[in-house]
């Protein structure tokens, strides 16, 4: 075939793409259990980070399975359903089912003889989703630790919701007020009174992404009550 002719160039244009569409495929087949890996070994490091341990990726799985002792599903009304993962559930397909059908992860932790209850969050932030983990002390009241990350909020505004300075605000902070009521914790603007065992100081210049992450904590975490009230 003359290759200077319209019919070899569009034969060869037709091939390259073809092998360059297989070698993309071959690409992407290949590399999605490992990204899938990646993703599952930095939810392990995030979910003990809220309990003060400093993992790496290669590290993460073995920290998990030593500090995390059980992994738990729960119904509405607080009960267990034992024939969901705790793990692999979904939050965010959760939240469009009827609430009574829908379930909440939890994760029993021990770490230097304390017990400790995981809660995972699922929420909106200003521009995206936003989600994150907050650690119970064995009061089931008094937070020590929490990891907050998000989609696509506004660099230096709403995204550093992910920062160690903002997440460590909430250490100490409550979820029960002392009558034993829930209250959760808001991101108050402005910043949070020095003795609101109940509120943070809000980002500057972050306000609607903290309105979101303070909805997220309060329709998330008291899904939770009658677990941590019965247990």
């Known amino acids: 075939m003359d290759r200077n002719s319209n019919a070899y160039t569009f034969i060869f244009a037709i091939v390259t793409v073809v092998i360059i569409a297989a070698g993309l495929a071959f690409t992407a087949t290949t590399l999605k259990p490992l990204q899938a890996e990646n993703v599952r070994k930095e939810k392990m490091q995030n979910i003990i980070s809220t309990i003060g341990v400093d993992a790496n990726r290669d590290e993460s799985a073995e920290l998990f399975k030593k500090y995390i002792k059980k992994q738990l599903v729960l119904k509405a009304d607080g009960t267990i359903d034992d024939a969901v993962d705790a793990f692999t559930l979904d939050l965010k397909k959760e939240l469009h089912k009827p609430y009574a059908q829908q379930r909440f992860p939890i994760y029993l932790a021990e770490k230097d003889g304390k017990k400790y209850y995981i809660i995972p969050l699922f ?6 989703d ?6 119970l002390d064995s009061d089931k009241n008094t ?4 990891s907050f ?3 696509g909020e506004t660099p230096g505004l709403g995204a550093e919701i992910n920062q160690s300075w903002f ?4 250490k100490g902070k409550k979820i029960f007020d002392d009558n034993g009521d829930f209250v959760s914790v808001k991101a108050v603007k402005g910043g949070a009174k020095p003795d609101d065992v109940h509120g943070v100081d809000a980002i500057s210049g972050g306000t609607l992404t ?3 992450l303070t909805h997220m904590l309060e329709e998330r ?3 939770y009550v009658p677990y941590l009230k019965k247990n």
């Open 123 to 128: 929420g909106s932030g200003l521009w995206d």
């Open 130 to 135: 936003i989600w994150g983990y907050i650690a």
């Open 143 to 146: 937070i020590v630790g929490a």
């Open 149 to 151: 990350d998000h989609k």
């Open 167 to 170: 997440e460590d605000e909430f």
């Open 210 to 212: 903290c309105n979101g």
């Open 221 to 223: 975490l008291k899904n």
